[in-house]
Nanobody, 120 residues
Framework: VQLQASGGGLVQPRGSLRLSCVAN?????????VGWFRQAPGKEREAISC???????YYSDSVKSRFTISRDNTKNTLYLQMNNVRPEDTAIYYC??????????????WGQGTLVTVSS
């Protein structure tokens, strides 16, 4: 399984950004739970949003009501719509996948990470 995250960059506070994660070399993508994790400088990696194979979603308190997770199983792609971003959202964002469930502590498969920097 290969996961390729993209969409990171520099964004101003209160701005928006959309991350994508394409899964390759994977069978039955729709049976996987997938999610987004992030690691800020000097901090541990944390789970911020996950979506199950039945489209149940999880959001950490830090991103709830600002970020939206979604998936397109026809494209083997996971998305994270980030709205109203804050400087504390600056981090490397990783996508993860596991089957049949994904844990907030980690995933079996990881993407390479995409850097999001929130700054004016």
């Amino acid at each position: 399984v290969q996961l390729q995250a993209s969409g990171g960059g520099l964004v101003q506070p209160r701005g928006s950004l959309r991350l994508s994660c394409v899964a390759n070399r994977i069978q039955d993508y729709d049976y996987y739970a997938v999610g987004w994790f992030r690691q800020a400088p000097g901090k541990e990696r944390e789970a911020i949003s996950c979506i199950s194979n039945s489209d149940a979603t999880y959001y950490s308190d830090s991103v709830k009501s600002r970020f939206t997770i979604s998936r397109d199983n026809t494209k083997n792609t996971l998305y994270l719509q980030m709205n109203n971003v804050r400087p504390e959202d600056t981090a490397i964002y990783y996508c993860g996948a596991d089957r049949p469930n994904i844990a907030t502590t980690g995933a079996r498969y990881w993407g390479q990470g995409t850097l999001v920097t929130v700054s004016s």
